[in-house]
Protein backbone atom coordinates (compact mmCIF):
# COMPACT_ATOMS: atom_id res chain seq x y z
CA UNK A 1 0.00 0.00 0.00
CA UNK A 2 3.02 2.36 0.77
CA UNK A 3 4.71 1.52 -2.20
CA UNK A 4 1.26 2.19 -4.58
CA UNK A 5 1.34 5.43 -2.99
CA UNK A 6 4.86 6.35 -3.60
CA UNK A 7 4.41 5.05 -7.07
CA UNK A 8 1.03 7.52 -7.42
CA UNK A 9 2.81 10.20 -6.12
CA UNK A 10 5.87 9.91 -8.85
CA UNK A 11 3.42 9.26 -11.60
CA UNK A 12 1.87 12.40 -10.28
CA UNK A 13 4.89 14.30 -10.45
CA UNK A 14 5.95 13.50 -13.43
CA UNK A 15 2.57 14.05 -14.97
CA UNK A 16 2.43 17.32 -13.40
CA UNK A 17 6.07 18.03 -15.19
CA UNK A 18 5.28 17.15 -18.36
CA UNK A 19 2.07 19.20 -18.73
CA UNK A 20 4.03 22.12 -17.67
CA UNK A 21 6.85 21.45 -20.11
CA UNK A 22 4.03 21.34 -22.69
CA UNK A 23 2.27 23.98 -21.60
CA UNK A 24 5.62 26.36 -22.24
CA UNK A 25 6.16 24.20 -25.42
CA UNK A 26 2.64 25.03 -27.14
CA UNK A 27 2.83 29.02 -25.67
CA UNK A 28 6.15 29.38 -27.85
CA UNK A 29 5.07 27.59 -30.97
CA UNK A 30 1.34 29.92 -30.57
CA UNK A 31 4.38 33.09 -30.21
CA UNK A 32 6.15 31.79 -33.51
CA UNK A 33 2.86 31.28 -34.98
CA UNK A 34 1.38 34.40 -33.73
CA UNK A 35 4.67 36.43 -35.27
CA UNK A 36 4.11 34.74 -38.56
CA UNK A 37 0.24 35.80 -38.78
CA UNK A 38 1.25 39.25 -38.01
CA UNK A 39 4.29 39.43 -40.99
CA UNK A 40 1.29 37.60 -43.28
CA UNK A 41 -1.12 40.42 -42.10
CA UNK A 42 1.15 43.04 -42.90
CA UNK A 43 1.85 41.63 -46.34
CA UNK A 44 -1.59 41.58 -47.20
CA UNK A 45 -2.36 44.72 -46.33
CA UNK A 46 0.34 45.88 -48.14
CA UNK A 47 -0.77 44.22 -51.41
CA UNK A 48 -4.52 45.15 -50.46
CA UNK A 49 -3.42 48.85 -50.71
CA UNK A 50 -1.39 48.40 -54.12
CA UNK A 51 -4.86 46.66 -55.27
CA UNK A 52 -7.06 49.67 -54.29
CA UNK A 53 -4.64 52.56 -55.30
CA UNK A 54 -4.08 50.07 -58.71
CA UNK A 55 -8.43 50.27 -58.97
CA UNK A 56 -8.28 53.86 -57.95
CA UNK A 57 -6.02 55.04 -61.04
CA UNK A 58 -7.45 53.01 -63.44
CA UNK A 59 -10.67 54.81 -62.98
CA UNK A 60 -9.21 58.34 -62.77
CA UNK A 61 -7.70 57.92 -65.96
CA UNK A 62 -10.36 56.27 -67.58
CA UNK A 63 -12.76 58.74 -66.61
CA UNK A 64 -10.37 61.50 -67.34
CA UNK A 65 -10.10 60.28 -70.66
CA UNK A 66 -13.74 60.98 -70.97
CA UNK A 67 -14.34 64.46 -69.82
CA UNK A 68 -13.98 67.52 -72.38
CA UNK A 69 -13.56 71.00 -70.77
CA UNK A 70 -13.64 72.71 -74.26
CA UNK A 71 -16.91 74.49 -73.46
CA UNK A 72 -17.03 74.67 -69.95
CA UNK A 73 -17.09 78.10 -68.47
CA UNK A 74 -16.00 77.06 -64.61
CA UNK A 75 -16.83 80.38 -63.39
CA UNK A 76 -20.58 79.57 -63.45
CA UNK A 77 -20.08 76.40 -61.57
CA UNK A 78 -17.72 77.84 -58.76
CA UNK A 79 -14.60 76.44 -59.84
CA UNK A 80 -15.78 72.53 -61.20
CA UNK A 81 -14.92 72.38 -64.59
CA UNK A 82 -16.19 68.69 -64.49
CA UNK A 83 -17.19 65.95 -62.71
CA UNK A 84 -17.38 61.87 -62.52
CA UNK A 85 -18.28 58.93 -60.49
CA UNK A 86 -16.90 55.29 -61.54
CA UNK A 87 -17.36 51.95 -59.30
CA UNK A 88 -14.20 49.22 -59.17
CA UNK A 89 -13.29 46.61 -57.42
CA UNK A 90 -12.21 48.50 -54.74
CA UNK A 91 -15.20 51.11 -54.35
CA UNK A 92 -16.24 54.11 -55.70
CA UNK A 93 -13.97 56.47 -57.11
CA UNK A 94 -15.05 60.35 -57.80
CA UNK A 95 -13.31 62.35 -59.68
CA UNK A 96 -13.24 66.42 -59.97
CA UNK A 97 -11.83 69.35 -61.83
CA UNK A 98 -10.95 71.85 -60.47
CA UNK A 99 -10.76 75.94 -62.09
CA UNK A 100 -7.95 77.35 -59.05
CA UNK A 101 -8.53 80.78 -60.79
CA UNK A 102 -12.64 80.28 -60.75
CA UNK A 103 -12.72 78.93 -57.55
CA UNK A 104 -10.75 82.18 -56.23
CA UNK A 105 -13.30 84.43 -58.35
CA UNK A 106 -16.18 82.74 -56.43
CA UNK A 107 -16.18 82.52 -52.45
CA UNK A 108 -12.94 81.22 -52.32
CA UNK A 109 -14.32 77.87 -51.51
CA UNK A 110 -15.47 74.85 -53.42
CA UNK A 111 -17.84 71.95 -52.61
CA UNK A 112 -17.59 68.34 -54.36
CA UNK A 113 -20.36 66.32 -53.80
CA UNK A 114 -19.66 61.94 -53.62
CA UNK A 115 -23.27 61.31 -55.18
CA UNK A 116 -26.58 62.85 -54.87
CA UNK A 117 -27.84 59.51 -52.21
CA UNK A 118 -24.59 60.04 -50.47
CA UNK A 119 -24.93 63.55 -48.64
CA UNK A 120 -21.19 63.56 -48.29
CA UNK A 121 -19.01 66.81 -49.67
CA UNK A 122 -15.91 68.29 -49.23
CA UNK A 123 -15.20 71.51 -49.16
CA UNK A 124 -11.73 72.59 -50.48
CA UNK A 125 -9.63 76.03 -49.90
CA UNK A 126 -8.65 78.41 -53.00
CA UNK A 127 -5.50 77.97 -50.68
CA UNK A 128 -5.36 74.83 -51.01
CA UNK A 129 -5.89 73.72 -54.61
CA UNK A 130 -3.42 76.75 -55.42
CA UNK A 131 -0.76 74.93 -53.25
CA UNK A 132 -1.60 71.11 -54.87
CA UNK A 133 -1.70 73.49 -58.57
CA UNK A 134 2.06 74.73 -57.42
CA UNK A 135 3.51 71.14 -56.69
CA UNK A 136 1.93 69.81 -59.93
CA UNK A 137 3.37 72.58 -62.24
CA UNK A 138 1.20 75.76 -61.53
CA UNK A 139 -1.18 75.90 -64.08
CA UNK A 140 -4.43 73.68 -65.41
CA UNK A 141 -6.96 72.18 -63.42
CA UNK A 142 -6.53 70.46 -60.18
CA UNK A 143 -7.72 66.70 -60.03
CA UNK A 144 -9.31 65.61 -56.89
CA UNK A 145 -10.62 61.84 -56.81
Not at 44 to 64: G, Q, R, Y
Amino acid sequence: STTTSSTASTVAKVTSTKASTTGTRILQIAADELADMEEKRKHEAKAAVAAIDKASDEAVMDMLGGMDFSNVDATETGGVMGSATQETDAGTVRLAALDVDAVLASNGNVAVGFGEDSGISVSVSADVLKQAQALAGGSGPVLLS
